[in-house]
């Protein structure tokens, strides 16, 4: 079985699209939260997730999207989801409100943030030993962090688990040894912040225990289009085209 395995997509179709154009040899598809929020194609985004039946679990966007009638709307992030709360879809509201935190998928744990707060932010050394000491799970897929890397745990006889991180904004392959543990971050599609510009994801080989990281260049000039049709800031291009 290999699984597309997509995160933090934010409403940037383009670059969704070209990760379909070049990501052909995968069966299913795993998402690991916020559709929504930052560029305008929320809805299209969100009928691609529907039509492949995307095993996903809720970001932090598109719970904030979600509640964005008790929130006080304040700063251009939370602007943006009320227009596309506006805008959504009774379907794909409904595929939001129906996403959990936490999914678990061929035996790996799927969560937007931390196993140990979906709302966090996983990025330290620290907090990946914190997790691998409070979860069991050998493989962890996690975003949030729009970066691209994996955090690798080796337990030896007498010795302090080692972890090291592995940074893979430039792509590349992981084989997960069979007594390593695994964090997996696929990076972001809608809007990486490792410094190398396109789009991230991942393809989970289950049988083989690889995943490969990748990383697919579009025309941006195509989301700046989208920006200026619906008047939202420049700002959102201009971290696409630094990649942060």
Do not use: C
Not at 237 to 244: A, C, Q, S
């Amino acid at each position: 079985m290999r699984y597309l395995v997509v995160s933090d997509l934010h409403g940037n179709w383009p670059a969704l699209e070209a990760v379909l154009r070049e990501a052909r040899d995968y069966d299913a598809v795993l998402f690991l939260g916020d559709a929504v929020g930052y560029y305008p194609d929320a809805n299209r985004v969100l009928d691609w997730l529907r039509s492949v039946n995307a095993r996903g679990v809720m970001g932090n966007h598109d719970l904030w999207l979600l509640e964005i009638g008790s929130m006080q709307i304040d700063g251009p992030v939370l602007e943006i989801l009320a227009w596309q709360a506006e805008r959504l879809s009774p379907e794909n509201r409904a595929y939001l409100k129906g996403l959990p935190w936490t999914l678990e998928v061929e035996g790996a744990l799927l969560v937007h943030g931390s196993p140990l707060d979906p709302l966090a932010y996983l990025e330290e050394l620290e907090q990946a030993r914190e997790v691998f000491a409070r979860t069991s799970h050998r493989l962890i897929f996690h975003g949030h962090t729009h970066l691209a890397g994996s955090y690798l745990a080796l337990e030896k006889p007498g010795q302090e688990r080692l972890v090291r991180y592995q940074n893979y904004a430039r792509g590349g392959e992981l084989i997960v040894a069979p007594k390593a543990r695994a964090i997996i971050n696929p990076g972001s599609i809608g809007q990486p912040r490792d410094g190398v510009v396109g789009a991230a994801y991942a393809i989970w080989d289950v049988q083989e225990d690889t995943i490969e990281f990748h990383r697919t260049r579009y025309d941006l000039e195509q989301v700046l289009a989208r920006l200026h049709h619906e008047q939202f800031p420049m700002w959102l291009y201009e971290r696409l085209v630094l990649g942060k």
